[in-house]
């Protein structure tokens, strides 16, 4: 039954509150990192204004197709009004500001099933404070799936700053793996055109080419917005937690300039694909144009021939026949000739 009812939360995206996964860090206590549900999590809230100095915290992660998930957040979480517009705004862009003595971030992340396409790119809102990390996301992403999986294998970010620190790493895990995706169906793409086979590479590095587009337009801001929070850090942000958010933050952007550079490169072989295919063109229109002009004699020929009016030259010659083919041939070996004396 309990298996049942774990699958069936699983498919829906979370329990009765639209919780997915909630877990109670405590460095102090035998288990540093602790599932917990909705019920317990609101429990814990209510009563977390006496455990100020314990060093606590809870990560909830939300799915927001949930009906009742932001409700509850409304009812047990307090969190900054920022933190709601920003929900509701719809604006993709990411951002990281403080809000009242909180960070609210937007950032972006690919699909758990994701399959190298635009489409395939998702917000997750962000709300951290020095007891509270919520996450809320409307369809599963990689980075938060690869953070959960860490926890549930033991790790326990000491402080709420690390634990967006972690999250921060492991987006830039995912586009590093992104980056060696389109690497590799790059140089396959590569290897190919130097062979000599195109079938569609144009329209598979445009595919690639606005993914990579679309994670640098939604992405590149983030950087230089982790930058500008960390001038002026909340004061419960520890400075060795801050000295890693730049660390992460500099990773990240390493990744966007090779993701950038990868664009470059998928520019130039759509350039040469393009320049290979109207060389092709060129070759192909060239044939045509032979063609058309090795026909041109026997077509006037055969016209002039067809007009069946009196005194039409060689009509009684016993040899005629053979005197207007000998004259066609003569005339189209001329034509070709010159045609490809001038291709030469």
Request: aromatic content about 8%; hydrophobic content about 45%; proline content about 4%.
């Amino acid at each position: 039954m309990s298996v049942f009812h774990d699958l069936a939360a699983q498919s829906y995206g979370g329990d009765e509150a639209g919780l997915i996964c909630g877990y109670l860090f405590d460095a102090t206590a035998p288990e540093p990192a602790r599932a917990i549900d909705s019920a317990q999590a609101a429990a814990w809230l209510a009563d977390a204004s006496r455990r100020d100095d314990s060093g606590a915290y809870v990560w909830l992660h939300f799915n927001l197709s949930h009906a009742h998930a932001e409700r509850w957040l409304t009812r047990h979480a307090a969190l900054s009004d920022t933190f709601y517009e920003t929900l509701h705004e719809g604006l993709p862009s990411t951002r990281i500001e403080r809000a009242d003595d909180s960070l609210i971030a937007v950032i972006n992340d690919v699909h758990f099933e994701f399959s190298f396409e635009p489409s395939d790119i998702s917000t997750l809102w962000i709300s951290v404070g020095p007891r509270l990390v919520v996450t809320a996301r409307t369809k599963p992403l990689r980075s938060v799936d690869a953070l959960r999986t860490a926890v549930k294998a033991g790790e326990a970010p000491r402080s709420s700053t690390e634990l967006l620190e972690h999250l921060l790493r492991a987006q830039a895990d995912v586009l590093v793996k992104i980056v060696r995706g389109v690497t590799s169906r790059i140089d396959r793409i590569e290897d190919e055109l130097l062979a000599g086979r195109l079938d569609h590479k144009r329209a598979r590095l445009g595919v690639l080419r606005r993914l990579l587009v679309r994670l640098q337009r939604l992405l590149a801001p983030e950087p230089a917005a982790l930058f500008r929070l960390l001038q002026g850090p909340p004061a419960w942000m520890a400075e060795a937690d801050a000295q890693e958010l730049r660390g992460s933050t500099e990773e990240f952007s390493v990744v966007l300039r090779d993701m950038q550079a990868l664009q470059e490169r998928i520019k130039l072989l759509q350039e040469e694909i393009a320049a290979n295919v109207n060389e092709d063109n060129n070759r192909s229109l060239f044939v045509l144009t032979v063609v058309t002009v090795l026909a041109l004699p026997i077509n006037i020929l055969a016209g002039l021939f067809g007009m069946n009016v009196g005194g039409i030259p060689l009509a009684e010659h016993k040899h005629g026949f053979w005197i207007v083919v000998a004259i066609v041939l003569t005339f189209t070996a001329v034509a070709g000739w010159a045609a490809f004396r001038k291709k030469r």
